[in-house]
């Protein structure tokens, strides 16, 4: 059974930073494609860093290119998100998620992928 369990969100005022975890069991990590996504209330999931499986470079979305990190500890089993210079526009529940496929063209739709955390809340605000 894969289980996915997100943590280290929180509320922090902006330009703070947080690293957000996903504890990954009942898959490797390395044999799926893993990414974050976020959502907000009345919008629509939105991604934001993975790695595709097998492959160690990552992908960012424009939004959080040069202040989020990705990385991932394939011996942990867990993926990380390094957040700096947060923004009030960060604020969301964040998803951790994984999939079996590997296909450039749908690493970003969140319809891709089988499993999900239970995501973690980040608020940002003075």
């Known amino acids: 059974q894969v289980q996915l369990v997100e943590s280290g969100g929180g509320a922090v005022q902006p330009g703070a930073s947080l690293r957000l975890s996903c504890a990954a069991s009942g898959l490797t990590l390395r044999s799926y494609t893993m990414a974050w996504f976020r959502q907000t209330p009345g919008k629509e999931r939105e991604f934001v860093a993975a790695f595709r499986r097998f492959n160690s470079n990552p992908y960012y979305s424009d939004s959080v290119k040069g202040r989020f990190t990705v990385s991932k500890d394939n011996n942990k089993n867990t993926l990380y998100l390094q957040m700096n210079g947060l923004k009030q526009e960060d604020s969301s529940v964040y998803y951790c998620?994984?999939?079996?496929?590997?296909?450039?063209?749908?690493?970003?739709?969140?319809?891709?992928?089988?499993?999900w955390g239970q995501g973690t809340q980040v608020t940002v605000s003075s």
């Open positions: 998620a994984a999939s079996g496929t590997n296909i450039l063209s749908t690493l970003k739709t969140p319809g891709s992928y089988a499993y």
